[in-house]
């Protein structure tokens, strides 16, 4: 049986290799970068160097003792049974619960603020809020569920976390406010099945996703994250209070706090790092008098999601094309996110299974969510950091992640609690982790052959259209509404940009100089 470095694929971005084993990218599996093995030690060392030699990430093709692992690439845990992944290995049930906790608070924010907003552009009364704001927790914790465990062809089984809001949010809105509410959730059944109906196309495109085209993508992913953290500390520009110092102060003392944890602190405290930051800015505002209680009492003890609570869905597939060709950006974002959830946690997969499974279970979780009158549900990156600063690499974290969103969803108390940890401590944390994982793509791209000039080139001009919608928003804001809903997402547009260049110049180009080098030599003759 060949070993992992006999089995190398080809770079990164490049055509793979003549002759009559030579095989196109689309008819064999695509695999994380067998580089992986030479430096994901390296790469370890920036965050995970201080973690307890029991929690640390063990380099993929690289066991303490010093042995190689088994073909599958897995390499046990401590403690694990042979053959185990870290991924796959299951921790004591107190410790699982910590983690997951840790995970939800850093995301909770999400969709309190996803339904807040639904609720103050839709002009909702406060019954129907309440009831959208549990049924966004508990389809999180569903959705959460079945990315981590992946039954069936659904779910990757890697550490992920579902939620609502982003694009797709102000997508759901803007055909709310055009076409009215039930076309709306209308649309978001119809994206649902698209999603389903056009993935196996899509699917044979993943070749042509190379390490390259993902880091490019990653990294414009990690930013536009660190500016929805900011804006969580200081407030959208131009409205009142932007920048407040009181909020400045405690976005940037909950980021103090979790590095002096992070410093201080070892085993399973340094791992909590992230939670602990959260608790100690939150006691900092209510020392401050930053946090107002008045939501956190009254009401009643259970909410109960409703069952399309605007009424029956309305199908309007003309209202539901913006929605449902950002679902294919909103794909190629899951296939960045898949690859490197993976890398993180050090598992090697096969993006044209594992990949689509991601996207199943985003549909199948966006289709229930139309029906109890939610946007669309997307695979959220902002785990991906916790599980990279604190090591913790097993899925069955982020499953009791979706357990806790679960039984959140449906005990109003506890709802209301979380709803009253200001912004900006959830900012301060959001920044840290959204960060973390602007550095994996980094360090993905550091493993693309930068050093040619052709993928220099192809990164530069991704990385300036994709960024330009992030740092100078509205600027698309003359063009028509529909072009302007997708120009204006800078992830869609930096990896279209990405991708298209890349077969550009690694597979069209070659082709071409080859078959003019045949020709010539030909006439040679």
Known sequence: MSSPRQSRPPAAGQPPAAGPAAKHPADEPTVLPSQLADTFEAVNSQLAQAVDPDERPHPEGHRPDGARPDTTGSSPGEGAPPGVHPVDESRPLGRILLFGIQHVLVMAATPISAIFLMSATLGLRAGLTVDLLSAAFVLSGVGSLIQSLGPWKFGPRLPFVMLPGGAPLILFLAIAEQHGVRVATGAVVLTAVFTFVVLPVFSRLLAYFPALVIGTMIVIVGVNLVKVGAVLVTGQPGSPGFA?????????????????????????????SVMLGLFAGTALAAAVGAIHGAGATGGGLVNLPHLMPFGSPEFNLIAALPLMLYSLASMAEATGQTVINAEAVGKRIDKRTDVPKT???????????GFFGLPLMVTSGENIGIVRVTGVRSRFVTAAAGVVLIVIGFLAPVTRAISVIPTAVVGGTAMVVF???TVLGIQMLGRSDLDKHTSTFICAVALALGLLP????????????NVRILLESGVAVGTFTAAVLNILFHHVRPGVAARLTTARTESDR
């Open 470 to 481: 992030i740092l100078v928003p509205g600027v698309y804001g003359a063009f028509p509404p």
């Open 244 to 272: 407040n110092p009181t909020s400045l102060g405690l976005g940037m003392a909950t980021i103090g706090f979790t590095v002096a944890f992070y410093l201080f602190f070892s085993g399973i405290l340094r791992q909590l």
């Open 359 to 369: 996207v199943r279970a985003d549909a199948l979780t966006s289709l229930f969510g």
């Open 435 to 437: 960060a973390v994982i």
